[in-house]
């Protein structure tokens, strides 16, 4: 007799819970939360399934024995049912709206997938506009990879931030995490005019007095790193910001931007750079070419070509390498000498009525016969379901052409796929064309 067993998968759970979600069929209790016209709102739920995920839940539950409604007063009913979906549905759709709320509410009922998918969220959804509020919930939670992802997106695109209301708008302690960051990509002087402007959105002071500065700053004021200006620069500081320095703050600094090797005592003794520094170890590399032969069939290089690709998981674009060019004679490749181009990198918004390109770089290089390959002067941030397009301007001759064959799929790791779109094929080719052979990327 066999003793074989199959296994099958099953939805009835999961259409269970979606069918009980906000619904009051066999529901045994209710939270109370404020709507948002102000009213009170009931909102049902089953204590065996929230019971079942969260132990907070379980021991409320079990106290609660004789009670079925309950006032919740740290969240409101909007909040509180985009939490709810952890408990009911196999999806959920989070909203940057009631994020820290959500997080909040996984964090104090301890529901780690909960905090999990916020914190996959806002890597996937923080603009400049909001990388301090995401900063401040990665420190709020101990939330390691995203508070990396905060930094470094930070220190990337530091004037941008420093523009941000958010940024105006920022807890103290994520200011000071900012200003103990080895590498802001703008110079000191800037770092210290946009405290400056968040001391003046913190205290609401038009003009800024040493009480003031000290009052909102404390011991952050300490934290510029003078070393790291010319007297120049502070130079034009003091016009609007001298009377907030005593006599022995000045001494420092003067000594500071003026001697090279000179040590300061109060304020940050070490130079801050505007160099990002990558970690080899996290590069990884898209590599497309499927051979390193040149295919019979050439593909003539067009006065515009597009690449167009999309990832799965928030990588930072680093390097594009181009395809060997050369110009196709009696069934050769010949080598030629280069090819201006000119460069574009956009993303790629669809809007209700067209297609938007927001632009990310322009540059220029050239197409060669031999490897060529153009490092981004900054990195570009490059967020999963968003569609990109490398765009390329050249004036071929009619016999320029590359042999390189590509894959139109390329799966760096297990959870990393590069996704490339819209590629041309030459004659019965099933293969890729193209003039972007490879991507290199540095994970978070």
């Not at 196709?328 to 993303?347: G, W």
């Not at 042999?403 to 760096?412: A, D, H, R, Y």
Request: charged share 25%; hydrophobic share 40%; aromatic share 12%.
């Amino acid at each position: 007799m066999s003793t074989k067993t199959l296994e099958y998968a099953i939805k009835g759970i999961l259409l269970t819970g979606q069918d009980l979600y906000l619904s009051e069929i066999m529901a045994d209790f209710h939270f109370i939360c404020k709507s948002s016209d102000g009213s009170d709102e009931r909102i049902p739920v089953h204590k065996l399934l929230l019971a079942g995920i969260s132990d907070v839940f379980r021991a409320m539950f079990h106290g609660w024995k004789e009670k079925v409604d309950v006032v919740l007063p740290d969240a409101t009913a909007a909040e509180f049912k985009e939490f709810l979906q952890f408990f009911y549905l196999g999806r959920v759709k989070l909203t940057m709206d009631n994020i820290a709320k959500v997080m909040y509410l996984g964090d104090k009922y301890n529901v780690t997938e909960c905090i999990n998918a916020c914190v996959k969220f806002l890597r996937q959804t923080l603009t400049d506009d909001n990388y301090c509020c995401g900063f401040w919930l990665a420190i709020l939670y101990n939330q390691s990879d995203l508070k990396r992802f905060c930094e470094l997106m930070i220190a990337i695109n530091t004037k941008a931030v420093f523009s941000s209301a958010s940024f105006l708008q920022c807890d103290k302690d994520v200011l000071g995490h900012i200003l103990r960051m080895d590498t802001l990509t703008c110079s000191e002087s800037k770092v210290f005019r946009a405290c400056m402007e968040w001391v003046k959105s913190t205290s609401g002071a038009t003009e800024l007095t040493r009480a003031i500065v000290q009052k909102c700053l404390g011991h952050l004021f300490y934290e510029f790193s003078f070393k790291s200006m010319t007297p120049q620069q502070f130079a034009r500081l003091v016009p609007s910001y001298g009377r907030i320095f005593s006599v022995e703050e000045y001494s420092d600094i003067t000594q500071s931007t003026a001697i090279q090797h000179f040590k300061p005592n109060i304020f940050k003794q070490t130079p801050r750079t505007t160099n990002l520094y990558f970690d080899d170890m996290e590069k990884i590399e898209c590599d497309r070419l499927v051979a390193l032969d040149f295919s019979r069939s050439p593909y003539c290089i067009k006065s515009i070509e597009t690449t167009v690709f999309s990832v799965n998981e928030p990588l930072l674009l680093r390097q594009i390498e181009f395809s060997q060019v050369g110009e196709f004679k009696s069934n050769e490749y010949c080598a030629i000498v280069k090819l201006s181009t000119e460069i574009k990198i956009v993303q790629l918004t669809k809007s209700a009525t067209s297609n938007v390109e927001l632009s990310l770089y322009e540059g220029n290089t050239y197409l060669k016969s031999e490897l060529t390959y153009m490092t981004l002067s900054k990195p570009i941030l490059i967020r999963p379901g968003v569609m990109y397009e490398i765009q390329m301007k050249q004036t071929p001759t009619q016999n320029f052409c590359t042999g390189n064959i590509l894959k139109t799929e390329v799966q760096m790791e297990s959870n990393i796929i590069v996704q490339f779109h819209r590629d041309p094929i030459v004659g019965n080719d099933i293969v890729a064309r193209g003039m972007i052979r490879k991507l290199e990327f540095y994970r978070f």
